[in-house]
Structures are given as C-alpha cells and as structure tokens.
C-alpha cells in the first residue's frame, strides 16, 4: 500500500515542537502488520536551512517542489516574519500553499502557523484557529478569517488549523482518525505517550487566576459521570456528586475544562457512541441508549451535528479494516 506523503513547510523563525509534532504523531500511525502509512518530508523555500526560533538550524531534505505531489501539506508554527508582523508572504510560498490547495491536497497549519495560511488568502471568510497568545494580532492582520480561539483544532475540510503548541498533536491525530479509523490513531497516540483525544477546548489553557488549592476539582464528577453515560444524568445529579451548589460545579467546571458540564456531557457521549460504531455490531439504536442519547434519531442528530455523517456512513468509514486506504 502506498504511503500517504506528507510535507512539514519550515519557515524561519520555525517553532521546534510544531516542526517536530507532524514526523512524531504521522510516523507512529501504523495498521495491524506493523506498517506505517504516512510518509513524512520537511521542506522549506528553496532547501534552504531556516533558524528555529529554539536557536538552532534546521536542515531540509527538500524544497516547495515536494509541495506539489503531497496529499498533505502542514505549516508548522513561526515565531517571527512576515505573516506574524505585517501579513506579508514570500511569493514562492504563498504560490506554493494555493497550488497545493487548488490540486486537491489537505492544508493544515500548527499554532502560528495560520498567519502563514491566512497570508496566503487560505482562510478568508473561513473558520480558523491559532494560539490563544496571538488572537488579537490576527484579528488585526486578518480579519477576513473566522477566527475562533478556544477550539483546539478546526476540521474545514480541505483547510485545517490548530491553536497553540501541544493542539497540533491533537489535529494530528484527528487527521489520522479521518484517514484510517480510531484504531490506528490510537495506537499511534499510545506510541507517542499521548492521549487519543483531550477534553475541552483552548480556553482552559488561558492564562487565569488559578482557583485556591482548598478547591475542589470536578474531575472525580468527570469519571464519575463517564461510567454512567447511559442513564439519564442531569447538572443537579453532577453538583450533589461533587457537593457543590449547581453555580460553584458549573463555573468550576468552566475553569477546569474551558466547557459547559452540558456541553462536555454530550460530547462524551457522542465520543462513546462513535467508538461502538467501530468497534461493535450493536443496532444504532442500542449503542444510542447505552451512550445516553436516547433514541437513533438523536444520535443521527448529534453525529450530523458533530462531524456531518450519519451513524451508518460512520460506521461504514471507521468499521475496523486494517489495510484500508488513505485520503
């Protein structure tokens, strides 16, 4: 089976752990035989080397021609240039992204990452994400972009983008979910000492005041709560576990995972149901009472919601087939 090829863009001013992230997370995506079903390149302008903003050189194998036969092409994050200061863009690179997206290949971005995709007029009148850090820097340089900070990663289709740092392995992982079902991904988190998925999105990571160290932390309520997906828990049930008034669990809760404790509740449970669409033969309307949704309409409902397909399709797409193919 042909491995789907991969170009990591460097730019200078690269961010180490962006750069790093994509040959980590793709490589370590490997089926049942062992085999792995990514190939991974870096490559910047030219081939030429690119200073990291870690203070250290980095040397590519290649140059924007590995652009033009990639399945995926992935900006890493920058610390300083163009696209971060005055949404300016080298010509060859910004050529490079529009043509890879024009061919039909998938465009990410890691962090800061997205000033580069947004320069390139990737993002405009799209949804986007970046770092919480530089939010009102890209608001500034580009405010065609539907810019949206406290997701960690978001899935448009043939654009993706990522917020800050540590969310890039979290978009990775998701594309390798996409491409080759939960198994894989699994695994190559598991490799990666790494969890499949995180809770939340980015606002947890905001900088905050941090809540007194005789608070109470909901997370025993979160597991408590997740071995009982199936019955029919309410925010009044999550507060008495956690012997909390509703109005302390709730802003506690907040603070804990940047969600409402609805918001979480629900997408544990559509979590649930899609790992027992892949992994079991259950009648969608089982698997929706035993992820709490109730009924198969409304898991039809929250999946088409969620990632715009329906239980059957899913379960079709994600069904464990070791040798499947690639996007």
């Known amino acids: 089976m042909e491995k789907h090829l991969v170009a990591v863009l460097a730019l200078d001013g690269v961010v180490a752990f962006d750069l790093g992230t994509p040959p980590q997370i793709f490589g370590a995506a490997r089926g049942d035989d062992g085999r792995r079903r990514y190939r991974v390149q870096v490559c910047t302008p030219g081939g030429r080397p690119v200073r990291s903003a870690a203070g250290f050189q980095v040397l590519p194998d290649h140059g924007l021609e590995i652009t033009e036969v990639a399945d995926t092409v992935v900006v890493a994050g920058i610390h300083r240039g163009g696209p971060v200061e005055d949404a300016s863009i080298e010509p060859e690179v910004a050529a ?20 580069v995709l947004a320069a390139a007029g990737l993002l405009d009148d799209r949804p986007a994400t970046t770092h919480w850090g530089w939010v009102e820097q890209f608001r500034a340089l580009y405010p065609r972009v539907k810019l949206d900070p406290d997701v960690l990663f978001i899935d448009d289709g043939d654009v993706l983008t990522s917020a800050g740092v540590g969310a890039g392995v979290d978009l990775c992982l998701h594309v390798v979910r996409t491409d080759f079902g ?10 990666s000492v790494v969890p499949p998925w995180r809770e939340g999105g980015q606002a947890q990571y905001i900088e905050r005041p941090l809540p007194r160290v005789t608070d109470t932390t909901t997370a025993p309520t979160r ?19 956690a012997t909390m008034s509703v109005r302390t669990f709730t802003r506690r809760f907040r603070e804990e995972t940047g969600v409402s404790p609805a918001r979480w509740l629900l997408q544990q449970r559509v979590d649930h ?13 089982q698997i929706a009472r035993r992820a709490g949704l109730g009924t198969a309409a409304s898991l039809r409902q929250h999946l088409q919601t969620t990632i715009g397909v329906a239980p059957s399709a899913y379960r079709r797409t994600f069904r464990v087939v070791p040798d499947a193919p690639g996007r």
């Open 223 to 241: 597991a408590w709560a997740l071995q009982r997906l199936s019955e029919p828990l309410t925010l009044q049930d999550m507060a008495a576990y």
């Open 273 to 285: 149901a899609r790992g027992l669409l892949e992994s079991t033969d259950l009648a969608v309307e």
């Open 96 to 115: 490079a992204l529009r043509a890879a997206q024009a061919r039909g290949a998938r465009v990410m971005s890691i962090c800061t990452g997205a000033f």
């Open 182 to 191: 939960s198994e894989v991904a699994n695994r190559a988190a598991r490799r």
